[in-house]
Each structure stands twice: as C-alpha cells, then as structure tokens.
C-alpha cells in the first residue's frame, strides 16, 4: 500500500509541476499570436475561470473533510 500512496504521489507533483510549466509557455505563445486587446480579453476570462475553480475546490475539500461516510462504500468511492 505505501507504494502505491508514493506513486500516486509521484505522479501528482509531475502534473503540478507540468501544469505550472505550460501555462506561463501558453500565455507567451498566445500573447504573440493575439492583438493586445483579444490577449486581454483572453486573460480576463482566464482569470475569472480559475478563481473559481479555486473557490469550487476549496468547498469539495472542506466537504471531504466533513462528510462523514456512513458505509464502506461510500468510503471506497471518496
């Protein structure tokens, strides 16, 4: 079990890491590609979308931690 809970961890930080590395190469690609204006737009509504996926996060977490599970199935779906 403990490598399994390595792995995935492994496998969690390679996305993080990933993901923070693209973004940053997306925006400068798509700041060449597009006029100021459309880029600003673009960023806007970026912007808009991630606060909220933090925001839908942070409540499905807090959720997790509070749920209690009342059956072992319910244990093995979270």
Not at 24 to 32: D, S, V
């Amino acid at each position: 079990m403990d490598t399994k809970i390595v792995a995935a961890a492994k496998w969690s930080v390679i996305t993080e890491v990933l993901a923070k590395l693209i973004t940053p190469l997306t925006n400068i690609i798509l700041a060449h590609m597009l006029a100021p204006t459309a880029f600003g737009i673009l960023a806007t509504i970026m912007m808009v979308i991630s606060f909220a996926e933090m925001l839908a996060d942070a409540g499905f977490q807090k959720f997790l931690v509070q749920h209690e599970f009342e059956s072992t199935q319910d244990k093995q779906e979270a």
